[in-house]
């Protein structure tokens, strides 16, 4: 997921300027939900993208952006396969380490939500991503061999977490972790809990221009509007979300594409494989707000490499998550395909406007109809539907 730039651009006819991140498949639309008042955006680059902290005015303290982002650059330090002296690299070296409570705490993060999408997401690639980075750089495929050797290493059920003594350990040498796929969404929940600590109470927090944390609402009972962006034109949307405080992400094909001997592969690898998802897989995108960004983006992850239906059944049995799928069909043109909690509500802009059906009365700063993620969920467990409240799946949602 490419860090970009942010820019103002006019959302279509009409619309007042917004600030519109870019990147490989969502554009947040800080649009007429801000209202009159001003705010402020600063940005470092950290963990190979643009972090973003978005402040009103009224409450902006450069002092708390400036602790966020340092709560940032800490987990870079730890988490980061690019650095020898990570916690993650050491990791891979020793096979056992003691780590810090970030550390601990992403990893039981991940190995649950492993095994929530039945591998779909899987935190132990690191053998098989290094095998495609050296590839990349040699310009040839890796043997046959090499690529099922280092998928043996990926057995997420064989890592080995031991919270009383804060150690991880690996049981086969050349065994590691790699948090690229739920880094930068665990990232910016760190630093908007950091910016929430210090009274702030309306902010976005985001990593790479695809996992976003929405703290508040931008104005009473006003709603978030965000752009997904069309598969076959950068420049444009090809839908508006509208939503309430929570986690974002999306996942996309688009990603920092790799080529190897002439051909282009896609940046996310499909645990089954062992290899690149196909780049001209159908799905082109997912979009899932969730309530913590962290879950959302190792959920948008594994609905890229999962077959559609089995995704959108994965998310119907889960609380308060939500999906949008941007899919491609044969001549080229998108079609979206949404969860049950869902729903199009009109048009903005000439763009189909999706909201959650708790979020229905959020219109132009109405009041919401409904609860609204909040921080510090518990962590997200499949649940029968009787638990969860959904109606049965519909059929695919179509526009």
């Excluded at 973003?52 to 450069?62: C, F, K, L, W």
């Excluded at 890592?159 to 009383?164: F, G, M, P, S």
């Excluded at 229905?360 to 969860?388: F, K, V, W």
Aim: net charge positive; aromatic share 4%; hydrophobic share 40%.
């Amino acid at each position: 997921m490419a860090g970009t730039r942010s820019t103002l651009r006019t959302v279509g006819p009409g619309r007042k300027p917004a600030a519109l991140l870019l990147a490989g498949a969502l554009g947040l639309i800080l649009a007429d939900a801000l209202g009159a008042q001003g705010f402020r955006t600063r940005m470092r680059f950290q963990m190979g993208s643009l972090t973003e902290i978005t402040v009103p005015d009224g409450q902006y303290s450069a002092q708390s952006v400036s602790r966020a982002f340092d709560v940032v650059d800490r987990l870079d330090r730890l988490l980061s396969t690019y650095k020898a002296d990570s916690e993650v690299s050491r990791l891979a070296a020793l096979g056992k380490l003691r780590v810090s409570p970030e550390t601990m705490e992403i990893a039981e993060a991940s190995l649950r939500l492993a095994r929530l999408t039945g591998g779909a997401f899987n935190p132990m690639l690191g053998p098989v991503i290094a095998l495609w980075r050296q590839a990349e750089e040699l310009g040839r495929l890796p043997s046959p061999e090499a690529l099922e050797a280092a998928r043996t290493l990926a057995d997420f059920e064989r890592v080995e977490l031991d919270r009383a003594a804060g150690t991880i350990a690996f049981p086969v040498r050349g065994m590691g972790l790699n948090f690229g796929a739920i880094g930068k969404g665990f990232a910016v929940d760190k630093a908007a809990a950091s910016l929430q600590r210090d009274g702030i109470r309306m902010a976005l927090v985001t990593s790479g221009t695809s996992s976003h944390r929405l703290i508040g609402r931008p104005r009473d009972g006003a709603c978030w509007e965000l752009g997904i962006r069309h598969p076959g034109d950068a420049e444009r949307a090809v839908t508006v979300l509208r939503l309430g405080p929570g986690g974002l992400a999306t996942s996309a094909q688009s990603g920092r594409p790799r080529e190897i001997g002439g051909r282009i592969y896609g940046h996310i690898v499909d645990p089954r494989t062992g290899r690149p998802a196909e780049p001209r897989s159908p799905v082109w995108s997912a979009s899932v707000p969730a309530p913590t960004a962290t879950d959302a983006d190792a959920l948008a992850t594994a609905l890229i490499v999962m077959e559609a239906a089995d995704g959108m059944a994965l998310v119907e049995s889960l609380p308060r998550v939500e999906a949008l799928l941007v899919r491609k069909n044969p001549d080229g043109s998108p079609r979206l395909v949404w969860s049950s909690g869902l729903t199009q509500q009109g048009t903005l802009d000439g763009l189909p406007l999706i909201v959650p059906v708790t979020e229905i009365g959020c219109m132009d700063g109405g009041a919401s109809s409904g609860p609204a993620a909040a921080a510090g969920e518990q962590p997200l467990r499949a649940q029968p539907e009787t638990q969860t409240g959904r109606p049965p799946p519909p059929a695919l949602n179509r526009w």
